[in-house]
């Protein structure tokens, strides 16, 4: 793991944190983490009657089919998946997203951002962050939000932690995935920063967090899939390529 990456940290004997955490793993007991999953499932199931019991953010690629293969197919809920356009498919990731919904029969709702606004606020926030996709990463945070608290569902799954998984300043292995709104890999810029004669504040809205007193009163609960599972990269990889999902090899589209 080079030294470059943020937040990278090494102990003494010069062993990264990624690696620290996978090591972690064996002091967890994951059939009791199962049971955990298995009680929030059961406390969610069919609880808006024959409407989506919960929300999972997907994108198209491995770990997303693996989050719907074991929220819809393990634990019996009926999701809503929910993804928002990145503006830059390749022909196979086009192909993955749409074996999503054929390999699981769900529902799928895309938001695709305002092209003009994405533009300049792309090129703002390299400016700015040397962090051009920051629009697009906050939207992927605060969308789902926004959706779960309108549509009355009252479960979101995000995948994996990244702040405590690779490095970060989440520190704690909590399923409480809302903790991600300030893991900093979105960096907390005001709305105002971003507002000038291309950009006003009502062209923001899929980047605007519901206050957290209206996310309580919705009773909204965000979790993270790796805190119950022993989340695995390639694990996940395998599982996808099983179940019809291909590399940009297997479509001819680009070969290292």
Not at 75 to 103: H, K, Q, V, Y
Request: hydrophobic share 35%; aromatic share 14%; net charge neutral.
């Amino acid at each position: 793991m080079p030294d470059t990456r943020p937040y990278i940290s090494f102990d003494d004997d010069g062993i990264c944190m990624p690696c620290k955490r996978y090591g972690d793993r064996k002091n967890v007991n994951w059939d009791a983490r199962w049971k955990e999953l298995e009680a929030l499932a059961e406390k969610h199931r069919g609880r808006n009657g024959n409407y989506y019991d919960c929300l999972i953010t997907v994108s198209g690629g491995k770990d997303s089919h693996y989050q719907v293969h074991i929220f819809k197919e393990k634990l019996g809920m009926n999701p809503l998946c929910i993804s928002i356009d990145n503006f830059s498919w390749t022909e196979t990731g086009r192909l993955n997203f749409a074996n999503l919904g054929d390999r699981f029969g769900v529902d799928i709702h895309t938001l695709t951002l305002n092209r003009k606004i994405a533009r300049f606020m792309f090129k703002k926030a390299f400016e700015k962050q040397l962090v051009p996709c920051w629009y697009w990463d906050r939207s992927i945070y605060a969308y789902p939000l926004q959706i779960a608290i309108k549509l009355g569902i009252p479960l979101i799954i995000w995948g994996e932690n990244t702040s405590y998984e690779r490095g970060g300043p989440v520190k704690e292995n909590t399923p409480d995935a809302l903790v991600q709104l300030k893991n900093d890999v979105v960096k907390p810029i005001p709305m105002e920063e971003w507002l000038d004669d291309n950009i006003k504040i009502k062209d923001l809205n899929p980047i605007i967090y519901p206050p957290m007193e209206e996310i309580e009163k919705a009773g909204i609960e965000a979790r993270f899939l790796s805190y119950y599972i022993p989340w695995s990269d390639y694990g996940n990889y395998q599982w996808a390529i099983k179940n019809g999902w291909k590399t940009l090899k297997d479509t001819g589209e680009w070969e290292r």
